[in-house]
Antibody, heavy 122, light 110 residues
Framework: EVQLVESGGGLIQWGGSLRLSCAASGFTVSSSHLAWVRQAPGRGLEWVST???????FYTDSVRDRFTISRDNSKNTLYLQMNSLRADDTAVYYCARATISWFGDADGFDVWGQGTGVTVSP | QSVLAQPPSVSGAPGQTVTISCAGSGSNIGAGFDVHWYQQFPGAAPKLLIY???NRPSGVPDRFSGSKSGTSASLAITGLRAEDEAHYYC???????????FGGGTKVTV
């Protein structure tokens, strides 16, 4: 069964760091485009970052230079290292597998994890 | 204010048809990027409902359909059921951005 399971969320102080993990099963992370999408309380979905199968990384402006997306192929796991956390980073963080467009870009998201909550407190 | 504009809410009686719009621009939907739709229940992860404008993943009822024209896309739910009460999000890409765009979401009330 194709599955994504996130972990690593929790309560963290403003300015702190946290690393989220996303364990994949049923497919290999190294051959997939994978992304992090977050949802602040009572708000909509927001794309955060994507890691392409070839290694290219992309970030939304608000997290660039603070967050780092990576993967460990041997553990078939995706990560999101979050530094200098701010109150507006408070959200449920989902990892998702992206389908690949005709041009090889990350397209829609066909598999989602259950999410892990991050709360940044003053 | 999302780049992809969706109505905050739509409602309909059981059995009726509701349509959710997703209005973009020439740099995203109008540029030829595909539109995808997700269904999300409270406390749950989003689920892919429609991919590449008008395709349903296996297991999605044919009551759900998608379309795209010009700079906009739409999701239609026919034969509305109480179990369709959820939030629905459109998603696409933009030529000026490196990642994905989501609409603000629409709450469907039956």
């Amino acid at each position: 069964e194709v599955q994504l399971v996130e972990s690593g969320g929790g309560l963290i102080q403003w300015g702190g760091s946290l690393r989220l993990s996303c364990a994949a099963s049923g497919f290999t992370v190294s051959s997939s485009h994978l992304a992090w999408v977050r949802q602040a309380p009572g708000r909509g979905l927001e794309w955060v970052s994507t890691l392409y199968n070839a290694g290219a990384t992309f970030y939304t402006d608000s997290v660039r230079d603070r967050f780092t997306i990576s993967r460990d192929n041997s553990k078939n796991t995706l990560y999101l290292q979050m530094n200098s956390l701010r109150a507006d980073d408070t959200a449920v963080y989902y990892c998702a597998r992206a389908t690949i467009s005709w041009f090889g870009d990350a397209d829609g998201f066909d598999v989602w994890g259950q999410g892990t909550g991050v709360t940044v407190s003053p | 204010q999302s780049v992809l504009a969706q109505p905050p809410s739509v409602s309909g009686a059981p059995g009726q048809t509701v349509t959710i719009s997703c209005a973009g621009s020439g740099s995203n939907i109008g540029a030829g990027f595909d539109v995808h739709w997700y269904q999300q229940f409270p406390g749950a992860a989003p689920k892919l409902l429609i991919y590449r404008n008008n395709n349903r993943p296996s297991g999605v009822p044919d009551r759900f359909s998608g379309s795209k024209s010009g700079t906009s896309a739409s999701l239609a739910i026919t034969g509305l059921r109480a179990e369709d009460e959820a939030h629905y999000y459109c998603q696409s890409r933009d030529s000026g951005l490196s990642g994905s765009l989501f609409g603000g979401g629409t709450k469907v009330t039956v």
